[in-house]
């Protein structure tokens, strides 16, 4: 790690030299649509020698995840830190190197859960951008109900044998480990029998098939798991002690969704969006929409900062991530509608000029389904943070 | 003032329309012609035909069945509520309401003959920019000789790619209002159709003219007067449209609600959920009270067509409203399935979304209300 | 009946020429609001003498209450005869001549459920305004729970002896006479021991207390019965039944509150507080918002034209009438928090050039509580209209 | 980016504000003072002066303890839970902050040290329109000698009745930002105050003008120039009453919050309704989104002044709306009480109303944003 962290402004002025001479400038166009992000994986095509270049030199650093312990691969940054980091990477317009569910969520529960030997064995693959994990929750029919787990591990010694099937998985069939909530006692109470397996998605008995959506795309999947065996050692926390791990990841997922994963740019602005169609904001009801959107946008980037200066403070946000979770995605599905009614009719085909916003927008409307409902959310917030009865 | 009500004869015309519907279009069909790559089944324009509707707007006299716009407007209803897919709204209710204002020429008198018979179909060119707003038309049609030359470009012409004719609004002066309305083949020389690929499905292109002529024989009704006869035409459209989108509506939620009747969350129904119950009911409360809007749009059009402007803006206005809420709580309540293109909902969302854009979204809509209560 | 029915537009011309000769010019001045409001009873103070007279004209002819039979002190009029007379009102921007509880109310529950002899006895008085009554449904710590009745009524043999406590009561140190539920067996489950009783405010042992609300006026009173004798014969329907009559009611209830009592003007146009308030509409929320109030004002008019329209042809509407009261009276809500808006600093003050507007708006926000909160309304229309569980 | 939550002084000056306003000013207090048909209490004026608030952005040489626009904010968050009604907002934010624009003055230091040992109460006459819009300025302040000679009307002067001091708005040019800010005494020859019957029971004047003289003296800043010592002003009174106004929708929503677990109906309680338990999770979700826009309108003031009216317009409109979703919800979810004068909840709807509209209402807010964008 090339900096010194003594203070903020020397931090700053040494991040932004290193940036001018490692950051290619292909890297610094401000795209952060879905198509230019790198995600890294045993199969992974770099889509140009610069994001490859860019990815190498940041993991390096430990920039890939400036957060974690340098030991594991990260940067060691604390949270103002980071706030140097990611505005300087915002003041070039920089991409982000890397990301991943790895970095998102299985990084984050490892540090907080696993062993050492777990997080030295694990982590740095994941800040090389090495493995992709993809995350084994939902299940056929159980829809919100996260902890119906049906997929059981049976205890075989040395390993579990892992049969049944996961659905909404993202990515599974690029993905190249699962980390995976799997009943290991079926006879405990709900919550009380499950367990947080990882496995490699080319283990013998692991199969994928991709759900196509109603935006065309396909970024989830029907994994099925038969007769995978598991060994002992690849389990995250206690035994049938899972579903602590689940909650806790949980958690992380909303800030994620919520900050559209990087916490930077959602990728589209209305401005480009009335660009691209040769349309204004003259008709006072769509102008007062746009208004009102930007007013939430704002407001919620704002929320989640406070929430990750006070999460920095050492007060836990806990139950409360679930109001970002909320907020953020129901913002993003207005947001969208805003942009399709800008582009007009432009926008209501699959490959008009102004590129893949109808897509997008049929994307947003599971935000506020997956990574538990905004009905969840909602009903989290009343009992957990309100108080209000059953 | 009018009865709101269905009359008998409107409540056995809506019967046997969904009997006709459930059997020989249920969105399953629309599914059909989606993955076949297909905007409409002709054979079924031809049976809709047979039973006259394509000839509702029709006089008699042209062989059609002329029950006017309510009865347009249910049909379109029942139509939306299993999304078929077909050009009624161009041809059987714009086109006939526009060439009905000028029956008494004879070419548009056989016009309205061949679409009562099903022969004939029809799309308006009237857009050119990514937004509703017939007034900013800038394609030119030059006088040449005795007559006409069409050159420039379309956009979101329903129905466009597969239309024998074509209504094209084309300016023929500089004054705001100088524009007329052309009704020519649309394989006629100069002109170019591209389809776009749109996400409901249907067939809509933007077609190029260039230098394509036109005879005075091609004008509907009177030079630089294109308005009085396609005003008509569009509110008619937009009745009917949002008349589609009601019964969009009325298709999604009756999806909706049997889910929450059926559907088990954390051991109990999800229709217990009093959030979901609560939202269902306002749900419903809004596809009623857009249902008034419609009937009053046909009533007006039907009874006082020089003061129904009002009526149809309503009527389309609330009814982007309502199907917009419809498809969203669709999706929404219907959790990581709504989201899946093997279930129908999303058919619906994307159909509610083209169908609010076209002939003016709801902005549009609010701005002429506005502008005839004198805001 | 000075007029010949036999035809629409035979009777539309009559009724021109008869207002032409009976309308004052005083009573043509198209004021809607509460105050311009004739209520009539044993205490009235006729605000002038054309308001009497046109009161009294009215009444004469049947003209009050217009659909009732002319036996009972009414028109006769059918639906669309109806029609024609209110438009030839509101033609000429008359006002209604008598408005009363009497007549939205209790003269329905008489129409339906009363004997002969209660309507003969009890209609024509309120045809003619002599007899002002109230509704005593709601009980202190019932809230939206109108069949939790406390109130008791003895069986004395020839009378019941009354006790209880009323609370909402409208107008109820105004009024007459009271229609009441009230529990005349306290054994039977909770909807079966209530009867619906009427009797004289002036009895020995009724008292009043006017309850002062936000918006400073006082529209509703606590109502006090103390050992009141109640004849066995002032009772409508059967005894123990009188939940079948209070839910009728309640139906008309929501109608009415939907419609603003007469279904006509609802006494207040956002140009008018835009013309007091010398502000306009260039401002786009505003106007946005204007325009979308209008939009659900006149579609939620037309719903309340066409449901009636469908009673009148026979189909009940029944429990969909839930919904008038829930669309009418969160309309009327958001179109007073518009007027507030467009008022600006003037209608911030009680006594401000834009008159009674804050008091207005602080008293539409009771109307989503009165006579079935809207969530009760939604309660109603998800399980007994789209037959949604439990 | 900067910390958006509390520093510790910051923590503890919001526990110590709390405890003493749950003592001196819970909203009891408000209802006695609405009752007696008075404003504010001035004892309690004087306690807050004692505990430094009135000087909380006077500087330390003028006796003030200069904490800063964020701790201005959280002074003001607290006294909105309660409905604390005192010249805080018009006084000891606005015209400190004006003053100390100017603080080299003289005139202006010893207003400030007055200012902080509550011994002088400020009033800004800038409205004569029903809505906010300090532009369109037409009060005429015309020069007589060296003097000025100002003639007009102002209305919604908020603590106007009261104040010791105005702050008058008036036109010395015919450009559009021709105005100038003058400091008089509000019982100056020529000074008429009118008491408005605010909803809100507070302190609100329509003062007029009547060839009122004024010195140069008088003149805070330069001639011509109101704005550059106004705008941080009102920047500070908008950012200050958008705390309040949250303040205000956590009071009002603590109360329903309370009702909801202890009021039963139809045999359970009502927070046991998921309806309800969705609409409160809501609101509460928008008073934590709005509370770190006002976090961050406070930072920005206190940091990069000069680039702070986007934040300060964004919580401003953001907290208008969410204190009329916590009002009405109030109500709503209170039922019948609710209504009742005999309880709080309506001190905090009329409250929140008249808060909405003073310094800008969501429109006006909005539209600045807007400006900022560029739209």
């Not at chain 1, 430990?62 to 594991?72: D, I, N, S, V």
């Not at chain 1, 493995?131 to 919100?144: K, L, N, T, V």
């Not at chain 2, 937004?131 to 470009?153: C, D, I, W, Y």
């Amino acid at each position: 790690m090339p900096f010194d962290t003594t203070n903020p402004e020397k931090l700053r002025a040494e991040i932004r030299a290193w940036l001018a001479e490692n950051c290619p400038a292909e890297m610094q166009d401000g795209d952060t649509t879905a198509d230019s992000i790198c995600w890294g994986g045993r199969n992974w095509t770099f889509q140009s020698d610069a994001q490859k270049q860019w990815l190498d030199v940041c993991a390096e650093n430990g920039l890939t995840c400036p957060t974690w312990p340098q030991e594991y691969g990260g940067a060691g940054f604390d949270r103002d830190q980071e706030k140097v980091w990611l505005s300087e990477l915002d003041r070039i317009n920089a991409r982000l190197p890397l990301q991943s569910f790895g970095i998102w969520m299985l990084g984050p529960a490892l540090l907080h859960f696993g062993s050492h030997e777990q997080k030295l064995h694990y982590l740095p693959p994941i800040t090389r951008g090495e493995i992709r994990w993809c995350q084994g929750y939902s299940e056929p029919g159980a829809g919100s109900d996260l902890a119906s787990v049906q997929s059981k591990g049976e205890d075989k010694g040395d390993h579990w044998l892992v049969n049944g099937q996961k659905v909404w998985t993202s990515y599974a069939d690029k993905a190249d480990w699962i980390f995976a909530l799997i009943r290991t006692d079926k006879d405990a109470p709900k919550h009380k029998g499950i367990s947080f397996l990882l496995f490699d998605m080319q283990s013998e008995g692991v199969s994928t098939r991709p759900i196509k959506l109603i935006s065309g795309a396909s970024p989830f999947c029907e994994t099925f798991f038969d007769d995978v065996k598991v060994p002992k050692d690849q389990i995250v926390g206690t035994e049938n002690r899972g579903w602590d791990v689940a909650k806790y990841l949980l958690t992380h997922e909303r800030e994620m969704i919520s900050g559209g994963g990087s916490g930077r740019g959602a990728g589209r602005s209305l401005a480009k969006v009335l660009a691209d169609a040769g349309h204004d904001l003259s008709e006072a009801s769509l102008r007062t929409e746009a208004i009102a959107c930007d007013i939430e946008e704002m407001s919620v980037a704002l929320t989640i900062e406070r929430y990750k200066d006070q999460a920095a403070g050492g007060k836990g946000v806990g139950d409360a991530s679930a109001m970002l979770k909320y907020a953020g995605t129901e913002l993003n599905k207005r947001k969208h509608e805003l942009f399709m009614s800008a582009g007009g009719s432009e926008a209501l085909q699959w490959d008009g000029a102004t590129g893949s916003l109808p897509a997008d927008w049929l994307r947003t409307k599971a935000n506020s389904i997956e990574g538990g409902t905004s009905e969840v959310m909602l009903s989290i917030i009343s009992k957990r943070v309100l108080g209000l009865p059953g | 003032m009018t009865n709101l009500t269905l009359t008998e004869d409107e409540t056995m015309l809506v019967d046997s329309a969904r009997g006709f519907l459930d059997e020989a279009s249920p969105v399953g069909k629309f599914r059909e012609l989606r993955d076949a790559g297909k905007a409409y089944n002709p054979a079924l324009w031809k049976q809709m035909a047979d039973l006259g509707w394509t000839g509702v707007l029709v006089p008699e006299d042209q062989g059609g069945i002329d029950m006017g716009h309510s009865a347009a407007n249910l049909l379109a209803q029942e139509m939306g509520k299993t999304l078929v897919s077909s050009p009624f709204i161009s041809t059987a209710v714009m086109a006939a309401t526009a060439l009905r204002q000028v029956a008494d020429n004879p070419r548009a008198a056989e016009a309205l003959g061949k679409i009562a018979s099903g022969d004939l179909t029809y799309a308006l060119a009237l857009d050119e920019g990514v937004k509703h707003a017939p007034h900013n038309t800038q394609m030119q049609a030059e006088r040449v000789g005795n007559g006409f030359s069409l050159s420039g470009e379309k956009t979101f012409v329903v129905d466009g790619g597969s239309a024998d004719r074509l209504l094209v609004l084309a300016r023929t002066g500089d004054d705001d209002g100088a524009l007329t309305l052309f009704d020519i083949p649309a394989d006629r020389d100069g002109i170019t159709r591209t389809a776009q690929n749109m996400i409901d499905a249907r067939d809509s292109a933007q077609i190029s003219f260039d230098g394509v002529e036109a005879t005075g024989e091609d004008v509907v009704g009177s030079v630089d007067q294109a308005m009085s006869v396609l005003n008509p035409a569009l509110r008619a459209g937009q009745a009917a449209l949002a008349a589609e989108m009601t019964g969009l509506s009325s298709g999604a939620f009756g999806m909706t609600v049997s889910y929450l009747q059926e559907r088990k969350q954390f051991g109990v129904l999800i229709g217990q959920f009093q959030a979901l119950q609560h939202r269902a009911a306002h749900l419903w409360s809004d596809i009623e009270v857009t249902t008034s809007t419609i009937a009053n749009a046909g009533r007006m059009m039907d009874e006082d067509p020089d003061n129904a402007a009002l009526a149809v803006s309503l009527a389309k206005a609330k009814a982007c409203q309502t199907a917009k809420l419809a498809v969203m709580e669709g999706v929404q309540m219907h959790g990581g399935i709504g989201m899946t293109d093997a279930f129908d909902m999303g058919f619906f969302m994307k159909r509610a979304r083209v169908a609010q854009e076209w002939l003016g979204d709801y902005g549009y809509h609010a701005e002429q209300i506005a502008k005839i209560k004198g805001y």
